[in-house]
């Protein structure tokens, strides 16, 4: 599995265990496909990424960025409420290991975006951008 499968998947982990979240998933649903009881919902989705050589002997060493989004979706009254506590909740278990289950060099949430969706209420929107840096060896062939 690569590094960049590797942190996503500590991610993913790390949120399931996050008291203020309900479901977590790879995959887009549509707000009709999630129930009631899935919200607040996080959507985990890897971004872009810039990529840099490190060394040039025969075993490559490359420096990545990698931007993961944390799409969250909050259902319900106090809906402004109910979005800051899962950011905040977010960031507090992801600072904890900002090595990420050591595959990462640091890691942190670098940008916060509120979104809007077409069928606002009852549902609030935001996307954590959570940049990772990490190193990561490819041997030429």
Same mark, same amino acid.
């Given at each position: 599995?690569?590094?960049?499968?590797?942190?996503?998947?500590?991610?993913? #982990?790390?949120?399931? =265990?996050?008291?203020?979240?309900?479901?977590?998933? +790879?995959?887009?649903? *549509? @707000?009709?496909? $999630?129930?009631?009881?899935?919200?607040?919902?996080?959507?985990?989705?890897?971004? #872009?990424?810039?990529? =840099?050589?490190?060394?040039?002997?025969?075993?490559? +060493?490359?420096?990545? *960025? @990698?931007?993961? $989004?944390?799409?969250?979706?909050?259902?319900?009254?106090?809906?402004?409420?109910?979005?800051?506590?899962?950011?905040?909740?977010?960031?507090?278990?992801?600072?904890?290991?900002?090595?990420?289950?050591?595959?990462?060099?640091?890691?942190?949430?670098?940008?916060?975006?509120?979104?809007?969706?077409?069928?606002?209420?009852?549902?609030?929107?935001?996307?954590?951008?959570?940049?990772?840096?990490?190193?990561?060896?490819?041997?030429?062939?």
């Amino acid at each position: 599995m690569s590094k960049r499968e590797l942190i996503t998947q500590h991610i993913i #982990n790390q949120l399931n =265990t996050v008291r203020y979240i309900n479901s977590v998933s +790879r995959e887009p649903k *549509t @707000l009709e496909e $999630l129930g009631r009881a899935d919200f607040p919902h996080c959507l985990i989705e890897t971004a #872009n990424e810039t990529r =840099t050589d490190s060394s040039f002997s025969d075993s490559k +060493r490359k420096h990545a *960025t @990698l931007d993961i $989004l944390i799409n969250i979706v909050v259902h319900g009254a106090d809906r402004d409420k109910q979005r800051n506590s899962v950011i905040e909740a977010i960031e507090e278990k992801l600072d904890a290991d900002t090595t990420m289950g050591g595959n990462a060099h640091d890691a942190g949430v670098t940008s916060i975006e509120i979104r809007e969706i077409g069928e606002a209420e009852p549902y609030a929107t935001a996307a954590m951008v959570y940049t990772v840096e990490y190193y990561y060896e490819r041997t030429k062939t």
